[in-house]
T-cell receptor, first 115, second 111 residues
Framework: GAGVSQSPSNKVTEKGKDVELRCDPI?????LYWYRQSLGQGLEFLIY????????KSGLPSDRFSAERTGGSVSTLTIQRTQQEDSAVYLC?????????????FGDGTRLSIL | GQNIDQPTEMTATEGAIVQINCTYQ??????LFWYQQHAGEAPTFLSY????GLEEKGRFSSFLSRSKGYSYLLLKELQMKDSASYLC????????????FGTGTLLAVQP
């Protein structure tokens, strides 16, 4: 497909379990972002990957959250020992190399529900 | 600190014009984006402003005043399908291209 692909689209899990969310960016997009969207809140930045540079992890809310990007393409966001407050929609976006005005293209997100 | 303010909800009539305002206070500024998000779907890019003034794209226009920390999105000839959330986002610049988002404005278009 031509767009950003995320899987799974929905995930329900018990508190304390680990979850892994996947993002397939648009081919050729070297920049990849993860955001979180909670009910009634704006999108919250989590982490940014750009090419081979060290990722910007400044938005990760705790050390239970981690992300990696293998081969400059697919990325996985891992949440360990999930808590109820982790329930949200996790959105991935990608863009071409940073130039002024380069928009980020979003996937449909993974809706995560922690019971 | 970082603060981006938008009205929470707006209602408008099919065929009319609506203006959605966004004010921002951020530590840096390197462009402002507007996105449209239908319920349960991905945000989709609408417009980008980095210089003061008006950018027009068909039925959608976006305006920016950097000195006032203010932007608006103008939607003309409203259609029912324009019912969605409209997200204002500022790129602070620096090493990261991350966007700082407002909470979004939920627009309801009525017949």
């Amino acid at each position: 497909g031509a767009g950003v692909s995320q899987s799974p689209s929905n995930k329900v899990t018990e508190k304390g379990k680990d979850v892994e969310l996947r993002c397939d960016p648009i081919s050729g997009h070297t920049a990849l972002y993860w955001y979180r969207q909670s009910l009634g809140q704006g999108l919250e930045f989590l982490i940014y990957f750009q090419g081979n540079s060290a990722p910007d992890k400044s938005g990760l809310p705790s050390d239970r959250f981690s992300a990696e990007r293998t081969g400059g393409s697919v990325s996985t966001l891992t949440i360990q020992r999930t808590q109820q407050e982790d329930s949200a929609v996790y959105l991935c976006a990608s863009s071409l190399p940073d130039r002024v005005g380069q928009p980020q293209h979003f996937g449909d997100g993974t809706r995560l529900s922690i019971l | 600190g970082q603060n981006i303010d938008q009205p929470t909800e707006m209602t408008a009539t099919e065929g009319a014009i609506v203006q959605i305002n966004c004010t921002y206070q951020t530590s840096g500024f390197n462009g402002l984006f507007w996105y449209q998000q239908h319920a349960g779907e991905a945000p989709t890019f609408l417009s980008y402003n980095v210089l003061d003034g008006l950018e027009e794209k068909g039925r959608f226009s976006s305006f920016l005043s950097r000195s006032k920390g203010y932007s608006y999105l103008l939607l003309k000839e409203l259609q029912m399908k324009d019912s969605a959330s409209y997200l204002c986002a500022v790129r602070e610049g620096g090493a990261t291209n991350k966007l700082i988002f407002g909470t979004g404005t939920l627009l309801a278009v009525q017949p």
